[in-house]
């Protein structure tokens, strides 16, 4: 056989690799390796979000979907989706403990809610929740979950410490479980650590609101208030922005812009447009519609 006609059985094969399964064979896995960062596996309905620090090393994170119908069967629970993990750090060992917790997330929908309760949709979506099995092991350990849903797709979240092991979205057949809470408000992540605060951030103008000090000292920029002015200045090294309560002129290094929604006072806390400051400060924002977070990362 010629180079030509190997070539030619090789993109066929491709092509009907790609026609029989509708993705690429080699799209069952993903390879985290710049951390805070977050990796998503389409085919298992999964991403993880890890924030900075879960070790003393340097770590790559590699996951792969698993067939959750050739998993061990377990009369406690319905495995709807699985993955397994690995964390390795640069001496190539095998992470069992984390620094920080890192977030696994499995998306479900009413499909999923029909197969897992055995059609008996009265059933709460709170037996949805997150697993973990080590290496080795048969055994399945909760992992304290939350359930987000909008009425037609869903989540459920937890965080974990453990690192290298099998992970699956689980519903429990167990009487009396302990159901996991449904999710509700706008949340606010920076650097895939979620950001709490005494006044939830809110929507306004079709702009995410947010407690002013809560993000800006998040991001690493000092507030300074002129209260002559009713003007706020946020300085992180050399970029200084200017913003004034109730006006939608705001200047950022000298340079004046014009906000969509300017800031203002809610409960004697001050609030600001998300999506400006934090991208005039350098970071990425981004929006997720099921649990309702705003996402922000400065590397």
Not at 115 to 122: C, D, E, F, I, V
Not at 153 to 163: I, L, Y
Request: positive net charge; glycine residues 8%.
């Amino acid at each position: 056989m010629t180079v030509k006609n190997i070539k030619t059985a090789l993109l066929l094969g491709v092509f009907l690799v790609l026609l029989l399964t509708g993705q690429p064979a080699w799209a069952a896995s993903a390879t985290l390796w710049q951390i805070p960062g977050s990796l998503s596996l389409d085919e298992a309905g999964f991403r993880l979000e890890a924030p900075a620090n879960i070790s003393d090393r340097a770590v790559k994170v590699s996951v792969e979907a698993l067939d959750s119908s050739k998993t061990p069967p377990t009369d406690d629970y319905f495995i709807t989706r699985a993955v397994s993990i690995e964390m390795v750090n640069v001496d190539r060992v095998n992470l069992n403990w984390l620094s920080k917790p890192v977030r696994l997330v499995f998306s479900f929908d009413g499909i999923d809610h029909k197969r897992a309760s055995q059609l008996n949709t009265g059933l709460s979506l709170g037996y949805f929740r997150i697993g973990y099995c080590a290496p080795g092991e048969s055994n399945w350990v909760e992992l304290p979950s939350q359930v987000f849903w909008n009425g037609i797709k869903g989540v459920v979240e937890a965080e974990a410490t453990q690192g290298t092991g099998r992970y699956a979205l689980l519903w429990s057949y167990q009487p009396g479980a302990q159901l996991s809470p449904i999710a509700k408000g706008i949340r606010l992540m920076v650097n895939n650590i979620v950001v709490h605060s005494e006044l939830p951030p809110y929507i306004n103008g079709g702009r995410t609101m947010v407690p002013l000090r809560v993000v800006a000292e998040n991001l690493g920029a000092r507030v300074e208030w002129v209260a002559a002015e009713n003007r706020i200045d946020l300085v992180r090294n050399v970029d200084k922005i200017q913003l004034w309560i109730g006006k939608q002129v705001t200047r950022v290094n000298g340079k004046s812009l014009l906000l969509d929604v300017p800031p203002e006072i809610k409960g004697e806390r001050t609030f600001v447009p998300l999506r400006f400051v934090a991208e005039a400060l350098g970071a990425k924002v981004s929006w997720d519609e099921v649990t309702q977070t705003a996402g922000v990362i400065r590397y």
